[in-house]
């Protein structure tokens, strides 16, 4: 009886997985693709935190967060703009920061 609760959980959660894959592979994304929106959206938070901040950053500082954004802008690209809708707002402040760190990196080179 036990065994048999098992296996009907087992499959209930692998339908459930390939449900969520056949969802994600309909609307266009890659399951790869969806999974580092995913990572990129995590960091987002941290980046509109940072951005948030304000102040100056090192010269260290500005590369990392450079860096770091242009990961998020490339996952975020990969997906449809309905999936972060919400995280516009956070986008749009990190993109700002971004704009400003390039162009004072610009300007003192």
Do not use: C, H
């Not at 048999?4 to 969802?23: D, P, R, T």
């Amino acid at each position: 009886m036990v065994e048999a609760i098992i296996y009907i959980l087992i499959f209930i959660i692998f339908s459930l997985i390939v449900f969520s894959i056949m969802q994600i592979r309909m609307a266009g994304i890659q399951v790869k693709d969806f999974w580092s929106f995913i990572k990129a959206n995590e960091l987002l938070d941290e980046l509109y935190i940072f951005a948030k901040k304000g102040g100056n950053l090192s010269p260290q500082e500005q590369v990392i967060f450079l860096t770091e954004a242009e990961k998020v802008f490339e996952a975020f690209e990969k997906v449809p703009s309905m999936l972060w809708d919400e995280e516009y707002q956070k986008y749009r402040e990190v993109l700002n920061k971004y704009k400003d760190i390039k162009v004072l990196r610009w300007a003192s080179n």
